[in-house]
């Protein structure tokens, strides 16, 4: 019986209850014994796992195959999903379980650059995994509270941590020893002690042997390739890393070929090749372009891309350059306000926009405009300033009046006042204002490109009269109408769940089915006369998690 239902799922044969017969683990199975080429008949076990899990209210397997369909729908629901997780896991009441649930969604954080979310969530899985037994996801959490550590530039504490997974995943896991290894050697070499990050780096090299295990090797070459870098060895690490850089290439990991190119160029400058290295400079700057990716050490491509480019007396590229770094310390700002503070930078704010201005100065036909640039700036500023004070207070007060209205979020609908041609029949009048009601009831406004026509169809109508109505019965144009209704959702919805007030103005934008981010913040700003930065903000500060 129970094959018989298999076959008949994988036939294409479902219905939306669980299958009876089934088990929790043999939808685990199924799930992951799907080819990856078929993931929409995978998300149907997911999808019925998740139904059998409910109606069971078993939360353990609830959790886990949500954790499933986690890695099966779109990509944006991710932290949802996670979220979910959670939730149902702190249901089961099983610190193993919980910390799992944590673990996962630090790994997502993780995975989006955002390593003090990371973090944070790693610590509360170490919370809860550290009154039990389970060794493997313990050493899991530390390894990943250790990598995490290192990208934000904390490199003693995780070396701490690294130390103590070593240990254990010499016996219990060859790769996970491996790269144990490797993260001691990078760890050893930012903390200036590179005889030790070579010492591991060798036994990363000896112990892969050992295993039968190369899976690790090119990176060990690649971390010897900077601490060659790192001893004034220029060409022999200018070799070691355009030996590794076809490897990474083909395995797509462009962080490490993005970090080799850094290194490999800065190798070239080094021994006076600039021209040579310029070419490596700007391949780190492709990958900021292309993946957003950059860090704190990748940021001197910068500088000495605008220092080569000031002695060419190349202007318009020594400006690009010096807006790209602008952006730079941007994002290394936001990602890594711990390492931002300690590199040391030779272009600091403060003389990059100078520059940048003294350069746009020098490319301008009117030269009268130099000489009024200290003034206006001055007044500009003056003015941000004064302009800032004042919006903070007006939307404090704002903030306040839409927290104190019970019923509705944000500014009541008002009925227009103007006098409207009116020449619709009273009893179609009466069907179209029944049909909007629905529409409002149904949230069938939070569709994506809502348009006239589209709202037409839902009031059984046409476009003229379906404008007319809206603008005598909710005293708006449609479109005004439309927006108004989907802030108004995004406005209860932060008010009342916490999560929303964690997610992206691109995954709010998607919830109320914006069509772009910019149009969400855009129509939020207008309706509520205030950034959704500031009001979310506020929820924060007034009702903390």
């Not at 886990?64 to 959670?86: E, G, Q, V």
Request: positive net charge.
């Amino acid at each position: 019986m129970k094959y018989a239902i298999m076959l008949m799922m994988c036939n294409g044969m479902w219905a939306q209850k669980p299958a009876e017969g089934l088990t929790n683990k043999d939808y685990s199975e199924l799930i992951n014994g799907t080819s990856k080429s078929d993931s929409v008949e995978a998300k149907k076990f997911a999808v019925a796992w998740i139904a059998k899990s409910k109606s069971e209210k078993n939360w353990t397997q609830l959790a886990a195959a949500y954790k499933a369909m986690m890695y099966l729908d779109d990509p944006r629901f991710l932290m949802k999903y996670a979220d979910s997780t959670i939730t149902v896991a702190k249901y089961s009441k099983n610190p193993e379980i919980i910390g799992s649930a944590f673990l996962t969604k630090g790994i997502i954080h993780y995975s989006q650059k955002q390593l003090k979310q990371a973090l944070d969530n790693y610590i509360l899985a170490d919370k809860y995994i550290a009154s039990t037994n389970n060794k493997k996801v313990k050493y899991k959490v530390k390894f990943s509270i250790a990598h995490t550590k290192y990208y934000l530039g904390f490199y003693h504490e995780a070396i701490s941590l690294f130390l103590e997974c070593l240990s254990y995943f010499e016996e219990e896991s060859d790769i996970a020893y491996l790269n144990t290894l490797h993260s001691l050697g990078l760890c050893y070499n930012k903390t200036g002690n590179v005889e030790l990050s070579s010492y591991y780096n060798r036994l990363g090299l000896k112990n892969g042997k050992e295993l039968e295990n190369q899976e690790m090797e090119p990176y060990f070459n690649h971390s010897e390739g900077i601490n060659h870098f790192s001893r004034k060895n220029y060409k022999k690490a200018i070799t070691e890393l355009q030996r590794v850089l076809p490897i990474m290439q083909q395995r797509k990991d462009f962080a490490n070929e993005t970090v080799a190119h850094f290194y490999i160029g800065k190798s070239y400058w080094a021994i006076h090749q600039e021209q040579k290295a310029i070419t490596f400079f700007k391949t780190v700057d492709n990958a900021f372009l292309k993946y957003n990716y950059i860090r704190p050490d990748l940021r001197e491509s910068y500088e000495l891309l605008i220092d080569y480019y000031k002695k060419q007396e190349d202007a318009e590229l020594q400006l690009k350059y010096i807006n790209r770094l602008l952006k730079v310390d941007s994002v290394l700002n936001h990602n890594y306000k711990y390492l931002s503070k300690k590199i040391f930078k030779e272009y600091d704010t403060k003389k990059l926009i100078a520059a940048k201005q003294d350069i746009e100065n020098a490319m301008m036909v009117n030269n009268k405009i130099h000489y009024t640039v200290i003034s206006s700036l001055s007044g500009a500023i003056l003015f941000l300033v004064w302009r800032h004070t004042r919006n903070k207070k007006r939307y404090k007060q704002k903030f306040e009046q839409i927290m104190a209205e019970k019923e509705k979020p944000t500014k009541p609908i008002q009925k227009c006042t103007g006098e409207i041609p009116f020449d619709i029949n009273p009893e179609l009048v009466k069907t179209i204002l029944q049909n909007l009601e629905k529409f409002e009831k149904n949230k069938r406004y939070l569709e994506k490109d809502m348009t006239l026509i589209k709202l037409s169809g839902y009031l059984k109508t046409n476009p003229k009269y379906a404008s007319k109505i809206i603008l005598k019965y909710r005293g708006k144009k449609t479109i005004e109408y439309i927006t108004d209704l989907k802030i108004d959702y995004i406005v209860e919805k932060l008010k009342t769940e916490n999560k929303y007030r964690n997610y992206t103005y691109k995954a709010l934008a998607e919830e109320a089915g914006f069509g772009s981010t910019q149009n969400f913040t855009k129509a939020f700003n207008t309706r509520l006369e205030m950034p959704p930065a500031f009001f979310i903000q506020q929820l924060k500060n007034s009702f903390p998690l």
